[in-house]
């Protein structure tokens, strides 16, 4: 039975509230924030590009369970496919990708024949060729392979899917690789969408993160794809890099805005040399404090929406016509882990080292190191290392956090009634929301909860409260910046 009655959200002090603790910081003396922002900015959270995020994910789910999750996917139902790529010619100081820096293209095309046994493997076993809503290429820089490469791997899509009806084919490209014959090729292959690494134009920051790529080259590549007939291009941006500065970032925004993109990205960078040994180079040059990256983010952000973007979510900017406004305006937006979309097919099949399928409403997830992946599909016929099984408690809290990482905002009554549970099942998460309540962070109208500041990441932060595995001290997080 749903809670019908407001129940008072539990007072600050409430001792076994998750999610705060009175001897942080940011706190003070009698349990009040010091500032609103220091209740978000500078904390841990996921970024929510699946819940549960794959932090969660064990070694309990094996190939044969995958295997068997594909053999009873009904026939009708329409899938997206993620293609993971994970080479570049070289390796970005600031990058966070599952990527291997290589000069040997022979290692590139032996991971190929690798990738297409997996979707060969994939037809056979869903049956009939799959109807496919979406396909995109991720890495790494799928750019990297060449037009030979490219003209096989869309031979083996055509051949066992059916891609007749797919809506998009998107790309992630290193604008440096782009050529003339590739663009074509490109477009050929029915390449419609593609994302372009930028992330900033100052020389200054380029050389700081190892990735020297003018303003001239770029403007050249988004002139060589369009004149292809490839005329959706994204930009991937980045702020809280080294040596940025709100100067900088302002004349990087305006810069951006000269080349007519048709969204834009604007990604908080997530230093986490634990986990990625090669961006310590960076502590080299001052990193921005967290203070700074909400300025160079906000810089950015008003330069945008003032030239027309509509703000998509906590990063993403589109003009009003584009399908991820409308799908923000009608409520569809979703968010996977290739970031914001409107695509609704409910399977998500991942092809390629750590990619990553969502099936059945459960998790699966491929052997991260190429030599890994291919080893696995070997000995396993699949390639899976990992994933979740899912409860329905995780399908109501995914809701939750999707529809707050999408619209920043989320009526927990009618969520919970719409996945047959009660609101008891959120009691700790609606205690801790209290102190974002009582700061003036969080709106609460009944259990409708909305996000009141234009700082958008910090929804990260009001997410995380729902999310019953998530724990700041144990579970691997950037800072919400």
């Not at 100067?247 to 048709?262: C, G």
């Not at 905002?409 to 099942?425: A, G, I, K, P, W």
């Not at 801790?432 to 996000?451: C, H, V």
Request: a neutral charge.
């Amino acid at each position: 039975m749903i809670a019908s009655q407001t129940r008072p959200f539990a007072p600050l002090n409430e001792p076994d509230a998750p999610g705060l603790d009175l001897d942080d910081p940011y706190i003070g003396p009698l349990g009040e924030p010091k500032t609103i922002e220091s209740l978000w900015l500078g904390r841990a959270a996921p970024r929510y590009t699946s819940y549960p995020s794959a932090t969660s994910f064990h070694e309990g789910i094996t190939a044969q369970d995958y295997a068997s999750a594909l053999a009873v996917l009904p026939q009708e139902e329409p899938v997206s496919l993620y293609l993971h790529i994970p080479f570049c010619q070289s390796l970005c100081l600031y990058c966070g990708c599952n990527s291997t820096a290589t000069q040997k293209y022979e290692r590139v095309s032996h991971y190929m024949d690798y990738l297409h046994r997996e979707l060969e493997l994939i037809a056979r076993s869903a049956g009939t060729p799959r109807k496919v809503r979406q396909v995109h290429f991720g890495g790494g820089s799928p750019n990297i392979l060449s037009e030979k490469n490219l003209g096989l791997l869309f031979g083996i899509l055509a051949r066992h899917y059916d891609l007749g009806a797919c809506e998009e084919v998107s790309m992630e490209l290193d604008p440096r690789l782009i050529t003339k014959a590739q663009a074509r090729v490109l477009a050929l292959l029915g390449v419609n969408r593609v994302s372009l690494g930028i992330q900033d134009f100052d020389p200054e920051v380029q050389y700081a993160i190892g990735r020297a790529q003018s303003y001239e080259r770029v403007r050249e590549a988004c002139d060589t794809l369009r004149q292809a007939g490839i005329y959706a291009i994204n930009f991937d941006m980045m702020y809280g890099l080294p040596r940025q500065t709100p100067q900088s970032i302002e004349l990087t925004a305006q810069e951006a805005l000269t080349l007519h993109p048709s969204r834009l990205a604007l990604f908080s960078y997530a230093h986490m040399p634990t986990f990625k040994p090669h961006q310590k180079a960076l502590e080299a040059s001052v990193l921005p404090d967290p203070q700074t990256c909400l300025t160079l983010e906000q810089t950015a952000r008003q330069i945008f929406v003032q030239a027309g973007f509509c703000e998509i979510g906590i990063d993403h900017f589109a003009h009003s016509t584009d399908p991820l406004s409308l799908a923000a305006k009608e409520k569809t937006l979703r968010r996977n882990f290739q970031g914001y979309t409107a695509n609704q097919a409910p399977t998500l099949l991942g092809i390629g080292a750590s990619a990553i399928s969502f099936l059945g409403g459960n998790y699966y997830q491929n052997a991260r190191k190429d030599s890994s992946y291919e080893n696995a599909l070997r000995q396993n016929g699949f390639a899976t290392a990992r994933g979740l099984r899912t409860s329905g408690e995780d399908h109501l809290r995914a809701a939750i956090i999707e529809q707050l990482m999408c619209h920043m905002t989320v009526n927990l009554e009618t969520t919970c009634r719409q996945h047959d549970f009660s609101l008891t099942v959120l009691r700790p998460s609606l205690e801790a929301l209290e102190p974002f309540i009582q700061s003036g962070l969080i709106a609460k109208d009944g259990y409708k909860i909305t996000l009141t500041t234009p700082h958008r990441m910090a929804v990260r932060v009001i997410a995380s409260l729902f999310d019953r595995y998530f724990d700041p001290a144990k579970t691997p997080a950037s800072k919400v910046v």
